[in-house]
């Protein structure tokens, strides 16, 4: 059973029985429910290291959801560790004159510039000039800057525990470059490749990872991992009638009774 349950986003856990929601700032005056909860479920990212580290509560999506997904330097570093050969082409960068060139000179236009924390293909540019690059380094401090993939579509793979339970295509309205929906890009749910549903399972199961939503591209077959996020868009997966709350149910069920399990 899961036992007592508190969740700091009540909107993900809308479905689940017998959860207690709470505001985040509220974590500390009602302390009392928080300390006495079996499982703390969605809490922002600033009430993570105290939650787990401070009163060993357990939390869903996992730490390691948490830790690998709070930026894309984060989530980058550990696909090129892990499955280098399903990672772009990237360099990241604190922003100075000489990195600049290298960039330059690493790079062949197009290719692609990010801010480092941003999601629904918000603070995603495409670069096509030197000018375009400057005008991106100028807002910001880190240069993260990725090879462009030659895609008309990628792919939303949704993971709960262990295993993807959803995904879809996402093709970029004409003439965009974002594929997202939030971006106005289209879906379909049909002819998802298995092989990309295990690089994702399989890079989850190896770092910890429960909970996120992972972009993945697919370029002449070969998979690339381009980001995933913990508290990814729903709105394809409801406009589809798909329900993640007895998968994340299923998942709590599942796990042990220490704080430790999901580290």
């Not at 005056?29 to 509560?57: C, M």
């Not at 709070?70 to 990241?92: L, S, Y």
């Not at 290719?111 to 375009?132: C, H, P, W, Y």
């Not at 998802?192 to 549903?197: C, M, S």
Request: with cysteine; net charge neutral.
């Amino acid at each position: 059973m899961t036992g007592r349950l508190v969740s700091f986003d009540p909107l993900r856990t809308l479905n689940i029985p017998g959860v207690i929601p709470l505001k985040p700032e509220q974590w500390l005056s009602r302390q009392d429910i928080v300390q006495a909860a079996d499982w703390i479920l969605f809490p922002e990212y600033w009430q993570v290291n105290t939650l787990v580290y401070g009163w060993k509560k357990r939390i869903f999506p996992s730490i390691s959801s948490f830790h690998l997904g709070h930026d894309k330097v984060e989530m980058t570093r550990v696909f090129q560790a892990v499955c280098p050969e399903n990672t772009p082409f990237t360099q990241i960068l604190a922003h100075t004159e000489t990195a600049i060139e290298q960039v330059m000179d690493a790079f062949c236009f197009p290719f692609v510039a990010k801010e480092v924390r941003n999601s629904m293909g918000q603070g995603v540019f495409l670069i096509e000039t030197r000018k375009d690059f400057l005008d991106y380094a100028k807002s910001n401090a880190v240069l993260y800057v990725q090879e462009y993939l030659p895609i008309r579509r990628d792919l939303r793979l949704v993971l709960v525990g262990n295993k993807v339970v959803a995904g879809y295509w996402r093709k970029a309205a004409p003439g965009q470059f974002h594929n997202n929906v939030s971006r106005g890009g289209t879906v379909s749910f049909e002819d998802i490749p298995l092989g990309a549903v295990r690089l994702v399972e399989t890079f989850a199961q190896q770092t910890g990872i429960n909970h996120a939503g992972f972009d993945v591209a697919d370029v002449d077959g070969h998979f690339y991992l381009l980001e995933f996020n913990t508290r990814f868009g729903t709105r394809a997966l409801i406009d589809r009638g798909i329900q993640l709350s007895p998968y994340i149910q299923s998942c709590l069920n599942e796990n042990g009774t220490s704080a430790q399990d999901l580290l």
